[in-house]
């Protein structure tokens, strides 16, 4: 296929229909068909990138392998595809006027006057054009609900798309809510026609409608939406609720809508292998066992802030053939005078996570888990800023370093564990500011990392974006994505070590840790990377998986692990009175 083929879907009625897994669901959809697919989010808001929002406010960073900061959407749409995305794949309207003015100042106008139309949306068109660039479709989803002001400017770039490219290459695909009425007894049409109104008032014509609903449309409902919003019948696609994300694929292909795409689009494709897709719906529909993981964190109110974290464990879940719960856990909560009382929180998990983080708040709280989950044997996961606050534990606790700390929150501590040397600055120029996206690390074999990587790595490679490599002398090499200022202090390295912590994985320099853990102990691993950002249904990272499993021995170890019907009663019982303590 010579030409690429586009596929604009917009959202309407209500914010949070999940646009973005209907996106990546139709770019998992035509995968399977064979297709050579790309995804791009066109975010409306004003910041260059969502790095530095508020998580509170905007959920999860989610970082590329090229180091971009990007909305969570790509997120969905690397799991759900082979797909990795880079800079290229997130434009915000920050971006796009950020280089329209630059242009501006540089007199590349030509003394024109600088408009929205044609500037900026000959500048967003540009953009979609070269994050597509040689691929057979691109998937591109607009942030927002039609009707916002901010979305403008996209909505006519992406209208004038169809003009330029000509209408066999250009396919709007509209998400909407249908929403059942109990008084009435019924499914309502009504928002779903004034949304395609508004879309159709600004020129674009949607040719498929997909309908978010709590159950299938009846052929009449599916025949008024199709009249009144000019579609054919068989282009109203319904996206029921479904338990998992990971049956939207498959809801959607027996609905029709990759072969209506296809169609529509004039592309010849296979028809779609959705074996993988289906061996995950069965598992997620037959598990019958589950363990409990307490995440500790101070996003814990906003669960969208651990998007791909939830994921993963969930992927480490089926990986395991179980079901992950997942118990949030205020670090905070922590803090206070009544810390050991609210350990009980923990009742019913099987492991411990302590997940990225910036900032000092809640810090402590999430030591003191550490703590607990280190003295009692509890499979514990640090990531990130859990890995930084895993080696302050150890610190303070093992090694009698009283006031060790991170340098982020205690400038002037006699202890800084976590810090940033001369020596590293320069790494990956970094300078002052963050490291951020892939670099590569190298683990030795006869650590829990490296056996982790090495007994996953067929499955966690299937997915061709991931990378583990065995080297002559059987060490392994990794690349996993970063997004954290500080580093594990080199000065602390040899009385660590000797006292039974392992550094596990450095980068190639060996001026980084990169993974570390402890020797007597069953699970006690943290990373200095985000493997959350590399893990897939179909490829579970091991990390996770391996964390998973450790949780389900813990379990194993205090009782017989029981069917979910029955878990929540025989679930471990994490009894912290009857267990030491050291904070
Ligand atoms: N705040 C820590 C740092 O910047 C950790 C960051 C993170 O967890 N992503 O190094």
């Not at 959407?73 to 690397?78: I, V």
């Not at 509209?174 to 929403?179: E, G, Q, Y």
Request: some cysteine; charged content about 25%.
């Amino acid at each position: 296929m010579n030409k690429t083929k586009y596929i604009f879907i917009t959202g309407g009625v209500v914010s949070s229909l999940g646009k973005g897994i209907a996106a990546a669901s139709i770019a998992a959809l035509l995968e399977a068909r064979g297709l050579n697919i790309t995804m791009q989010k066109l975010d409306p808001y004003i910041n260059v990138d969502p790095g530095t929002m508020n998580p509170f406010q905007h959920g999860e960073v989610f970082v590329t392998d090229d180091g971009a900061e990007t909305d969570l959407d790509l997120g969905h749409y690397e799991r759900f595809t082979s797909i990795s995305l880079t800079k290229k794949n997130n434009l915000t309207s920050g971006q796009v006027y950020d280089s329209v003015i630059n242009n501006e100042r540089k007199g590349l106008y030509l003394g024109k006057t600088v408009q929205v139309i044609p500037h900026i949306t000959d500048e967003i068109k540009k953009r979609i054009m070269e994050a597509s660039d040689g691929k057979d479709v691109a998937i591109i989803e607009i942030g927002g609900t039609v009707g916002d002001i901010e979305s403008l400017p996209f909505l006519e770039a992406i209208r004038q798309f169809q003009l330029d490219k000509g209408r066999e290459n250009v396919l709007y695909v509209h998400l909407t809510l249908v929403p059942f009425i109990k008084t009435a007894d019924e499914l309502k049409t009504k928002p779903t026609q004034h949304s395609v109104k508004e879309l159709r008032a600004i020129g674009i014509e949607p040719s498929i409608i997909i309908c978010r609903a709590d159950r299938v449309l009846p052929q009449d409902i599916r025949a008024k939406i199709a009249l009144f919003c000019n579609v054919e019948a068989d282009a109203v696609i319904t996206a029921k609720d479904e338990e998992s994300i990971y049956d939207v694929p498959l809801a959607l292909h027996e609905e029709g809508l990759d072969s209506k795409i296809i169609g529509y689009l004039n592309i010849w494709a296979k028809s779609p292998d959705l074996s993988e897709w289906e061996k995950i719906s069965d598992t997620l529909k037959t598990l019958k066992n589950s363990v409990t993981i307490g995440v500790v964190g101070k996003y814990v109110y906003l669960k969208e802030s651990y998007k791909s974290l939830n994921e993963s464990l969930i992927h480490g879940g089926i990986a395991n053939n179980l079901t992950v719960n997942i118990k949030y856990i205020n670090s905070e909560d922590f803090e206070g005078d009544d810390w050991k009382e609210r350990l009980m929180e923990f009742d019913g998990c099987s492991g411990i996570l302590v997940p990225g983080g910036f900032g000092s708040r809640g810090i402590n709280g999430m030591i003191k888990a550490i703590n607990y989950a280190r003295i009692n044997n509890i499979p514990y996961f640090g990531i990130c800023l859990g890995m930084q606050l895993m080696t302050i534990e150890y610190a303070r606790n093992a090694l009698g370093l009283k006031d060790a700390n991170s340098y982020e929150f205690d400038e002037i501590t006699p202890d800084p564990v976590i810090s940033i040397m001369e020596d590293q600055k320069d790494i990956g120029n970094m300078g002052g500011t963050m490291r951020l996206g892939a670099y590569p690390c190298i683990i030795s074999k006869n650590t829990l990392a490296g056996q982790a990587y090495l007994k996953n790595s067929k499955k966690y490679l299937i997915n061709k974006k991931n990378s583990v490599k065995v080297s002559h002398d059987g060490n392994i090499m990794i690349s996993e994505r970063h997004r954290h200022r500080f580093e594990f202090n080199n000065k602390y390295r040899e009385i660590f070590k000797s006292s039974g912590f392992v550094f596990s994985g450095v980068s190639p320099d060996d001026k980084l840790i990169e993974i570390c853990e402890l020797k007597d102990h069953p699970w006690f691993v943290g990373c200095q990377f985000h493997p959350e950002f590399k893990s897939s249904p179909l490829s579970p990272h091991p990390l996770f998986k391996e964390f998973i499993s450790a949780a389900v021995k813990y379990f194993n170890g205090s009782g017989a692990l029981k069917t979910k019907s029955k878990k929540q009663k025989n679930a471990p019982h994490i009894n912290n009175k009857k267990k030491n303590f050291t904070v």
